[in-house]
């Protein structure tokens, strides 16, 4: 029996890939655990508030092929819950829907599509090359922190517009002024703001360690219904069912309108917003499992390079996804 011993070590070096597969499996079931079944379902909440919006005003406006992008959006999660092992979200890129929502006929799903394309093309060459990789320690946080401001002040803007008048999104026109009353009203709109603000707090976390179980299924709860209030009120005019799946039809108006008017203005707040900041914020929220920007890079990259062919939205990883993710009670790539 001894002597098996020194033969078993043996071919056990001599094939190291049995090794490092399992030592992959072992990964991926690690990152995949959920430490917490309620936690792990509110987190995975964290980031609907972001992408709901945002996938039915273009499904509405621009006539985006909602069960595709469904499909390869769930199938985007499942390897990034796996490979970082965070609450890392994928969300729709926010300028190119921006610009999709707001320009008009002139910017259809061809040159959604095409910007996504190109956006995807650039930062998987920076990530391949390890571009990315210098630009996230040459670049300073306070430049991040710029960038995101800025970015979600046009959007807080562009939202206060759509709240003041009522919208039809399937038309992309904006009609009376809303009414003060009723389902949709201002009123209502400007309780339910106040009372997200008011009970999510500062967005301060408390040390887990000093926190009991009765405070954590509180919070859970909480999280629930904040992230529920989040959601539309109303959706109308959307089919559901099986949809089929076309290979998106591309001229060279879409490529060069998609480039300009969507790649141009999503380049920097893709680069800054879902890639360093991700990374710059994993490390602060979990030591040890710091994300590489050349592997986030590459990852945002292969996504939009498959996906968009198909019409799937455009998307990216997000910081503000993370940290709501991580604030609802993400701590696994479960959610």
């Not at 990152?31 to 909440?45: D, H």
């Not at 093309?121 to 995101?148: D, E, F, H, N, W």
């Not at 209030?229 to 998609?258: L, N, Y």
Request: charged fraction near 15%.
């Amino acid at each position: 029996m001894e002597s098996q011993n020194p033969q078993t070590s043996e071919n056990l070096d001599s094939n190291p890939t049995s090794l490092s597969l399992d030592n992959l499996v072992h990964r991926v079931k690690s990152n995949l655990v959920f430490r917490s079944k309620w936690a792990e379902l509110n987190g995975a909440m964290g980031d609907l508030g972001t992408y709901i919006p945002i996938v039915l005003a273009l499904t509405l406006a621009k006539d985006l092929n909602l069960g595709t992008t469904l499909i390869f959006t769930s199938v985007y999660n499942m390897p990034t819950g796996a490979i970082y092992g965070i609450p890392l979200p994928v969300q729709p890129m926010k300028s190119i829907a921006a610009v999709a929502i707001t320009d008009g006929p002139d910017f259809n799903i061809p040159e959604v599509m095409a910007s996504g394309i190109c956006t995807g093309a650039i930062l998987l060459v920076l990530g391949a090359t390890g571009l990315m990789q210098l630009v996230y320690k040459l670049i300073p946080l306070s430049v991040v922190r710029g960038i995101q401001l800025s970015q979600g002040l046009a959007f807080t803007m562009t939202a206060f517009k759509y709240i003041r008048k009522v919208q039809d999104f399937s038309k992309s026109k904006s009609k009376e002024n809303r009414h003060w009353v009723g389902l949709d009203g201002l009123i209502l709109a400007i309780v339910c703001t106040c009372f997200i603000i008011v009970i999510n707090g500062a967005g301060e976390e408390r040390n887990e360690r000093e926190t009991s179980n009765v405070d954590d299924e509180e919070r859970n709860m909480r999280s629930v219904v904040l992230a529920f209030i989040r959601k539309p009120a109303v959706v109308k005019d959307i089919k559901f069912g099986p949809s089929s799946m076309e290979v998106v039809q591309f001229t060279s108006h879409a490529w060069k309108q998609g480039f300009i008017k969507g790649t141009i203005p999503q380049l920097p707040l893709s680069i800054l917003n879902s890639v360093i900041a991700v990374c710059k914020l994993s490390s602060d929220l979990f030591p040890g499992k710091e994300s590489s920007a050349t592997s986030v890079s590459i990852t945002v990259g292969l996504m939009n390079l498959v996906g968009c062919w198909f019409g799937a939205i455009p998307c990216c990883h997000g910081a503000g996804g993370l940290a709501g993710q991580y604030k609802f009670g993400g701590r696994s790539g479960g959610d």
